[in-house]
């Protein structure tokens, strides 16, 4: 069973930072592509970085220039950076895998439990 295991959130004020890490295990075929959604109370759930099984990052614009997506391949961990927190980051972050080079139109398979980030103002 692939299991994908959050950590890293908490509590921080505005303009500050912290690492989430996404720990992977019990995949035989590996995880590829790989994305960090949120979901804020009320909210929908939304992508807020992706990676493809290349390498290629994207981000939503409401994060750029803000949010890292870091894969380290000898931990089976991929990490989100976040830096210049808002409190509009306020939301539970989860990250998601998929065995493909890509998430085709944007499904993965495997989800983690989520991690809560709250920002203050």
């Known amino acids: 069973q692939v299991q994908l295991v959050e950590s890293g959130g908490g509590l921080v004020q505005a303009g500050g930072s912290l690492r989430l890490s996404c720990a992977v295990s019990g995949s035989i075929f590996g995880i590829n592509a790989m994305g960090w959604y949120r979901q804020a109370p009320g909210k929908q759930r939304e992508l807020v970085a992706s990676i493809t099984g290349s390498g290629i990052t994207n981000y939503a614009d409401s994060v750029k220039g803000r949010f890292t997506f870091h894969r380290d391949n000898a931990k089976n961990t991929v990490y989100l950076l976040m830096n210049s927190l808002k409190p509009e980051d306020t939301a539970v972050y989860y990250c998601?895998?998929?065995?493909?080079?890509?998430?085709?139109?944007?499904?993965?398979?495997?989800w983690g439990q989520g991690t809560q980030v709250t920002v203050s103002s």
């Open positions: 998601a895998g998929t065995a493909g080079l890509v998430a085709i139109n944007g499904k993965y398979d495997y």
